[in-house]
Protein backbone atom coordinates (compact mmCIF):
# COMPACT_ATOMS: atom_id res chain seq x y z
CA UNK A 1 0.00 0.00 0.00
CA UNK A 2 1.01 3.63 -1.08
CA UNK A 3 -0.23 6.72 1.03
CA UNK A 4 0.54 9.99 -0.34
CA UNK A 5 -0.22 12.23 2.98
CA UNK A 6 0.10 16.05 3.34
CA UNK A 7 0.58 17.37 6.79
CA UNK A 8 1.32 21.16 8.08
CA UNK A 9 3.62 21.88 11.08
CA UNK A 10 5.55 24.88 12.21
CA UNK A 11 3.83 26.96 8.96
CA UNK A 12 4.73 24.14 6.43
CA UNK A 13 3.47 21.44 4.02
CA UNK A 14 5.12 18.84 4.98
CA UNK A 15 4.77 15.99 1.62
CA UNK A 16 5.46 12.43 2.99
CA UNK A 17 5.11 8.84 1.16
CA UNK A 18 4.26 6.01 3.37
CA UNK A 19 4.65 2.43 2.00
CA UNK A 20 3.71 -0.74 3.23
CA UNK A 21 3.12 -4.11 3.00
CA UNK A 22 1.67 -7.22 5.18
CA UNK A 23 1.80 -11.18 3.92
CA UNK A 24 1.12 -14.36 6.53
CA UNK A 25 3.83 -16.59 6.90
CA UNK A 26 1.60 -18.87 9.30
CA UNK A 27 -1.84 -19.01 10.65
CA UNK A 28 -1.11 -17.00 13.36
CA UNK A 29 1.93 -14.57 12.08
CA UNK A 30 2.81 -12.20 9.49
CA UNK A 31 5.77 -9.99 8.25
CA UNK A 32 5.01 -5.99 8.23
CA UNK A 33 7.56 -3.69 6.32
CA UNK A 34 6.96 -0.22 5.92
CA UNK A 35 8.72 2.67 4.74
CA UNK A 36 8.29 6.07 4.46
CA UNK A 37 9.92 9.10 2.58
CA UNK A 38 9.76 12.69 3.63
CA UNK A 39 10.03 15.61 1.16
CA UNK A 40 12.69 18.19 2.16
CA UNK A 41 10.48 21.28 2.77
CA UNK A 42 11.97 24.21 0.38
CA UNK A 43 14.15 26.74 2.37
CA UNK A 44 15.17 23.98 5.34
CA UNK A 45 18.76 23.12 6.52
CA UNK A 46 19.76 20.03 6.14
CA UNK A 47 19.93 19.24 9.63
CA UNK A 48 16.67 20.70 10.52
CA UNK A 49 15.34 18.34 7.30
CA UNK A 50 16.62 15.03 8.85
CA UNK A 51 15.41 15.56 12.20
CA UNK A 52 12.02 15.95 10.45
CA UNK A 53 12.30 12.66 8.64
CA UNK A 54 13.59 10.91 11.75
CA UNK A 55 10.61 12.54 13.94
CA UNK A 56 8.09 10.77 11.32
CA UNK A 57 9.83 7.41 10.64
CA UNK A 58 9.13 7.25 14.48
CA UNK A 59 5.38 8.40 14.33
CA UNK A 60 4.44 5.77 11.72
CA UNK A 61 6.61 2.92 13.65
CA UNK A 62 4.77 3.92 16.90
CA UNK A 63 1.32 3.94 14.82
CA UNK A 64 2.26 0.23 13.02
CA UNK A 65 2.95 -1.23 16.42
CA UNK A 66 -0.01 0.14 17.81
CA UNK A 67 -1.47 -1.58 14.88
CA UNK A 68 -0.24 -4.73 15.12
CA UNK A 69 -1.14 -4.86 18.97
CA UNK A 70 -5.22 -4.60 17.89
CA UNK A 71 -4.55 -7.19 15.25
CA UNK A 72 -3.10 -9.50 17.82
CA UNK A 73 -6.79 -9.62 19.71
CA UNK A 74 -8.67 -9.87 15.86
CA UNK A 75 -9.61 -12.99 14.72
CA UNK A 76 -10.69 -14.07 11.10
CA UNK A 77 -14.25 -14.36 9.99
CA UNK A 78 -14.88 -16.66 7.24
CA UNK A 79 -16.71 -15.33 5.39
CA UNK A 80 -15.97 -11.49 6.29
CA UNK A 81 -18.45 -10.26 8.09
CA UNK A 82 -20.60 -8.12 5.79
CA UNK A 83 -20.30 -3.95 6.61
CA UNK A 84 -22.93 -1.70 5.94
CA UNK A 85 -20.43 0.40 3.19
CA UNK A 86 -19.93 -3.18 0.96
CA UNK A 87 -23.66 -3.67 0.35
CA UNK A 88 -24.60 -3.85 -2.93
CA UNK A 89 -26.48 -0.64 -4.12
CA UNK A 90 -30.10 -0.95 -4.97
CA UNK A 91 -30.68 -0.31 -8.57
CA UNK A 92 -34.12 0.74 -8.36
CA UNK A 93 -34.72 3.96 -8.19
CA UNK A 94 -37.91 6.20 -7.15
CA UNK A 95 -38.58 9.68 -8.61
CA UNK A 96 -41.03 11.84 -6.64
CA UNK A 97 -42.83 14.81 -9.22
CA UNK A 98 -43.73 17.69 -7.45
Avoid at 2 to 22: P, R
Avoid at 56 to 63: E, L, N, S, T, Y
Wanted: aromatic share 8%; charged share 25%.
Amino acid sequence: MIDELKSFAQGMEIETVLINCHYPVSDDSFVLMYGAMVKKPDGVSDEVAQGMADQFAQGVKVGFEQDVAIWKDKTPSTPPAPSRAGRPRSTRTSRQDA
